[in-house]
C-alpha cells in the first residue's frame, strides 16, 4: 500500500483565488513528521512546511497552511490567493517515528506530487 | 550563503562508463541522502548517511555507491550496474537537533545515458 497518496495529478487555480492539493498518509506511528515540498520547472525541491503529529495547531506558513485531519490520516495544502509563481509540481512527505530517534528515521517517503497550474 | 551545491547540472554518460555526482552542504549539517526522481514520480531514497564515514542503503540503492570522509561531502556515484541511470538526482540535507527534522534540497543533477 502506498504511504502518501496525492490524488489530483493536476490542478487549475485562477489568479488570486485559493486551492487545496490533498494529501493522505498511511502509518501505524503515532509519531510522524508531514512535509509538503514545491518543485519548480527548475527541479529544486523547496520546503514549504511541516505538521507533527502532535501538534495540535494547524501549521501556517505565509500564504500557505496544512489542513492536518489526523483521524482520517489527510495533511492538504492550502494555498491562499494564488499567484502566477505558485505554478508548480506540489509534493507531499512523511517521516515516520520520532525525529533522530535511530537507523531510519531520517527518511522521508513522497507522493506522486500534483502539478498546479495558476490560470492569470 | 549557506546552502547545497550539486554539480555538474547535466551529465551525460555513456554506457558502461561509472559517473560521479557531487554534493556539497556548507549548513553543518549532519544527515545527508541521494533522491532519485523519474518523470512523472516523486522521489525515491537510493542512500543516506548520518554521519561521517557511515551510511546507509536506502530503497534504490542497487548500482550505486556512495562515500562519507567528510561532513560537508557525499558524492554519489552512478556505476555501471545501474541499468537505466537516466533520472534526476536530487541530494539533501538535515541537521541534528533542529526544531524539525526538514531535508533541505540542492538543485540537482540531470543525468543521461547516451
Known amino acids: 500500500a502506498q504511504k502518501i497518496t496525492q490524488t489530483q495529478p493536476g490542478m487549475f487555480v485562477q489568479e488570486k483565488e485559493a486551492v487545496t492539493l490533498d494529501c493522505t498518509y498511511d502509518t501505524s506511528d503515532q509519531s510522524y513528521g508531514l512535509f509538503w515540498y514545491k518543485q519548480p520547472s527548475s527541479g529544486e525541491m523547496i520546503f514549504l512546511i511541516y505538521?507533527?503529529?502532535?501538534?495540535?495547531q494547524n501549521a501556517t506558513e505565509g500564504r500557505y497552511s496544512l489542513n492536518f485531519q489526523k483521524a482520517r490520516k489527510s495533511a492538504n495544502l492550502v494555498i491562499s490567493a494564488s499567484q502566477l509563481g505558485d505554478s508548480a509540481m506540489y509534493f507531499c512527505?512523511?517521516?515516520?517515528?520520532?525525529?533522530?530517534?535511530?537507523?531510519?528515521?531520517?527518511?522521508?517517503?513522497f507522493g506522486k506530487g500534483t502539478k498546479l497550474s495558476v490560470i492569470p | 550563503d549557506g546552502g547545497i551545491t550539486q554539480s555538474p547540472k547535466y551529465l551525460f554518460r555513456k554506457e558502461g562508463q561509472n559517473v560521479t555526482l557531487s554534493c556539497e552542504q556548507n549548513l553543518n549539517h549532519d544527515a545527508m541522502y541521494w533522491y532519485r526522481q523519474d518523470p512523472g514520480q516523486g522521489l525515491r531514497l537510493i542512500y543516506y548517511?548520518?554521519?561521517?564515514?557511515?551510511?546507509q542503503k536506502g530503497d534504490i540503492a542497487e548500482g550505486y555507491s556512495v562515500s562519507r570522509e567528510k561532513k560537508e561531502s557525499f558524492p554519489l556515484t552512478v556505476t555501471s550496474a545501474q541499468k537505466n541511470p537516466t533520472a534526476f538526482y536530487l541530494c539533501?540535507?538535515?541537521?541534528?537537533?533542529?526544531?524539525?527534522?526538514?531535508?533541505?534540497f540542492g538543485p540537482g543533477t540531470r543525468l543521461t545515458v547516451l
Open positions: 539533501a540535507s538535515t541537521g541534528r537537533f533542529q526544531s524539525t527534522d526538514t531535508q533541505y
Open positions: 548517511s548520518q554521519i561521517v564515514n557511515d551510511f
Open positions: 512527505a512523511m517521516r515516520e517515528g520520532l525525529a533522530y530517534s535511530g537507523a531510519g528515521s531520517y527518511q522521508l517517503t
Open positions: 505538521q507533527g503529529s502532535y501538534d495540535e
